[in-house]
């Protein structure tokens, strides 16, 4: 791999490009915070997909993508003399220093769940009125499930094992199933919103991210109909033309592909 010389030799690079860029691209002279701000959210989802994918190459990509959304950020705040990308760099440096200090103090820890709880016990003596200040209000609902409960965890609110979790998993599905007997829309809502939670809260104490189990599942829907589309296009019928039972043959095959 490249040496620490090698390392910010191409980030003084990437700065130098970025600085040309500003002054002479017409594209990169007109960006904004605000223009930019939709394409660096893309550019962390491909980044995702990248991830998930387990392609090591596309991260390395997709990494850089984002480095250059940093550097784009950082000169921008610079020309307005709020910040510059060393005063980026050393807040972060700050912020980690002063929240690890188990490694950069005399602060003992026995265990990860310890070092979450001193995260969460400085952040309130940094000035936060609540954990939960951390969490992004534009998060997607099942990220920012599993993000909220990792906070209030992080300061001892949680249960002590999965199975009081799973319990609670079954006694909201029991709830949601007299609402659905029910037939009150509003209320299915509510109490599927809490099965949800939930099963989050489950696949947590699983160890298992419950955005990552999803998006498999996505994708492996998504490959399996796109075989079933491409049989039927075989066939010359459409869909619709097709039985379940004909569907069904092929989606069984379907689960066969690696």
């Not at 929240?99 to 602060?107: C, E, K, L, S």
């Not at 609540?130 to 609902?141: H, T, W």
């Not at 909201?172 to 199933?177: R, T």
């Not at 029910?182 to 599927?192: C, G, Q």
């Amino acid at each position: 791999m490249n040496s620490r010389e090698s390392q910010l030799k191409a980030f003084n690079r990437l700065l130098t490009i970025m600085e040309e860029l500003r002054a002479q691209c017409p594209w990169d002279k007109k960006q904004t915070l605000q223009s930019l701000r939709h394409l660096t959210i893309e550019e962390t989802y491909e980044l995702g997909d990248a991830i998930l994918d387990n392609d090591l190459n596309e991260v390395k990509k997709e990494l850089g993508d984002l480095l250059l959304h940093i550097v784009f950020y950082a000169k921008i705040g610079s020309e307005t003399n709020d910040f510059d990308i060393a005063d980026v760099a050393n807040e972060i440096c700050d912020k980690l220093i002063n929240r690890h200090p188990h490694i950069y103090g005399d602060v003992k820890v026995d265990n990860e769940e310890q070092v979450k709880e001193n995260w969460e016990n400085i952040k309130l003596k940094e000035g936060k009125k609540s954990v939960l200040e951390g969490v992004p209000n534009s998060l997607p609902a099942l990220v920012k499930a599993n993000r909220i409960q990792e906070k209030v965890a992080g300061v001892g609110f949680d249960w002590e094992k999965p199975e009081q979790v799973f319990e609670k998993l079954e006694e909201e599905l029991a709830e949601f199933q007299e609402e659905v007997k029910i037939n009150d829309t509003d209320k299915m809502e509510a109490e599927f919103g809490d099965v949800l939670f939930s099963m989050v809260n489950y696949a947590r104490f699983l160890e298992i991210s419950p955005e990552n189990a999803l998006e498999r599942t996505n994708k492996k829907f998504i490959k399996r109909f796109k075989f079933l589309e491409q049989k039927a296009k075989e066939m010359n019928k459409s869909l619709k033309e097709m039985s379940l039972a004909e569907m069904d043959v092929f989606w069984e095959q379907s689960k066969r592909l690696k």
